[in-house]
C-alpha cells in the first residue's frame, strides 16, 4: 500500500501539475514535501565534481599502469644488457677456444644458464601483462 502511495506523490511531482495540498492528510503532506526535498536535492549539481573515492582508484589505477610500463622497460634493458653480455662472452669463448682457458670454458656452461635467466625475464613480463589486463 505505501509503494502505490509513494508512487502516486512521484506521478504528481513528475507531471508538475499544481495540485491542492489541502486534500492530503497530514501523513501525506509530509511525504510530499519529503519528496520535493528529495526531489530539489536530486537535481542540483554536486559542486566538487567527481567522488573522492573515483579520483583516487583513477589515480591509483594510473600510477599501477606507469609502474608496470616502467618496469617493463627496465627489464627489457636489462635483458638486452644481460643479451648482449652472454653474447660476447659466447663470442669470446669461441675465439678463444684454443687457450683451454678454464675461465671461458666455465662461462661457455653458464651461457644456457644466462639464457634460460634471460626466457624467464621476458616469461615473467609477459604473464604480469596478461594478468593486469
Known amino acids: 500500500m505505501k509503494d502505490d502511495k509513494e508512487?502516486?506523490?512521484q506521478k504528481l511531482l513528475d507531471s508538475g501539475n499544481q495540485f491542492s495540498e489541502e486534500r492530503l492528510s497530514s501523513d501525506e503532506q509530509e511525504?510530499?514535501?519529503a519528496y520535493k526535498v528529495l526531489y530539489s536535492e536530486l537535481k542540483r549539481e554536486t559542486e566538487e565534481g567527481l567522488s573522492y573515492a573515483f579520483?583516487?582508484?583513477l589515480m591509483a589505477r594510473i600510477k599501477i599502469e606507469e609502474k608496470h610500463s616502467n618496469d617493463f622497460r627496465f627489464y627489457l634493458i636489462?635483458?638486452?644488457v644481460?643479451?648482449?653480455g652472454v653474447g660476447i662472452i659466447v663470442v669470446l669463448t669461441f675465439y678463444f677456444v684454443d687457450l683451454s682457458s678454464h675461465y671461458f670454458i666455465v662461462l661457455s656452461k653458464l651461457t644456457g644458464f644466462m639464457s634460460i635467466i634471460i626466457i624467464s625475464i621476458f616469461?615473467?613480463?609477459y604473464v604480469e601483462k596478461k594478468v593486469f589486463e
Open 78 to 80: 636489462l635483458s638486452g
Open 7 to 9: 508512487k502516486q506523490i
Open 55 to 57: 579520483k583516487a582508484n
Open 31 to 33: 511525504d510530499l514535501q
Open 82 to 84: 644481460l643479451l648482449l
Open 123 to 125: 616469461l615473467s613480463q
